[in-house]
């Protein structure tokens, strides 16, 4: 029986978000295919509200399995969305290139409106793949497991088809769990941001508006200077992400009360740690 990680045919695009998960499925493709052929390309997109961990993670993703990671981001040229390509050390940090849709778009993504994840994401990697390597279409591997298969998509009405090789491994949270423990406890190797309730809650986007309240509410506790770029562009742009939700006054009562009044329930993919895959 043929490895559920085993390259398809034609050209393949692999989508590392960062997080665990999709390391993991990189991990294992290589495992199962060796080096990449020049056929497949693995890509991160920073949208420069990313934890630092998280950009040092898929650095050394790079080196320890020496892989070729292309770095991309979201930019605009001649007033038309396009790419830039950057490095660990000139990648955005602020979030430069959300900051930038914006501006263009002039007004906020909601909950059931993601353009964020389609412009900063999926939109970008589709210039890249069309303009710089000129594929016409591809396969993109897209790291959802086996226990979040509700997640799949049969289709994308695009260039590119999707492969769900986690989900064929029928690979679940508790495997990659595993996985990073070991890599933890052997290496030293592991994305180096903590668990609350059993979850990534600095996973993505750092504030993300579809992670649930009382995941944003840890997140003003222990990196409350990261609240900052949020707060500030809502005031600029004069509507927030999220009308049920106000950063800037869930930290100024974070000390008058406790996490307890939180809604623990996050939104589409955030509800169980999940990576920001569109």
């Not at 909950?111 to 793949?129: A, G, N, Q, S, V």
């Not at 029928?170 to 059993?198: C, I, S, Y």
Request: negative net charge.
């Amino acid at each position: 029986m043929s490895s559920p990680y085993k390259l398809p045919e034609g050209n393949v695009q692999i989508s590392l978000s960062g997080g665990r998960t999709s390391a993991f499925m990189l991990h294992e493709i290589l495992c199962a295919n060796g080096d990449l052929p020049e056929r497949c390309k693995v890509v991160f997109t920073n949208t420069g509200r990313e934890m630092p961990e998280t950009l040092d993670f898929v650095q050394e993703c790079s080196e320890r399995w020496r892989v070729p990671i292309t770095w991309l981001e979201y930019t605009r040229e001649n007033n038309s969305p396009t790419y830039k390509i950057v490095t660990r050390d000139t990648a955005s940090l602020n979030g430069e290139p959300f900051t930038e849709l914006l501006h263009f778009k002039k007004f906020m993504p909601q909950p059931m409106k993601r353009f964020c994840t389609t412009e900063l994401k999926m939109l970008t990697i589709k210039r890249f793949m069309t303009n710089y390597h000129k594929w016409e279409n591809w396969t993109q591997a897209v790291g959802i497991r086996f226990d979040e298969g509700h997640r799949c998509k049969e289709t994308s009405n695009d260039r590119w088809q999707y492969w769900y090789p986690l989900a064929l491994a029928q690979v679940t949270k508790f495997d990659v769990a595993e996985f990073w423990g070991k890599q933890l406890q052997a290496f030293n190797f592991d994305l180096m941001l903590p668990n609350h309730r059993g979850k990534c809650p600095s996973g993505n986007c750092d504030f993300c508006f579809l992670k649930s309240e009382d995941t944003i509410a840890y997140m003003l506790r222990h990196h409350p200077e990261r609240a900052s770029w949020w707060i500030n562009i809502e005031k600029e742009m004069g509507f927030p992400f999220r009308l049920d939700r106000d950063i800037e006054k869930m930290q100024s009562d974070l000390d008058k009360q406790g996490d307890w009044i939180y809604d623990l329930e996050g939104f589409f993919c955030q509800a169980d740690d999940g990576e920001c895959t569109g």
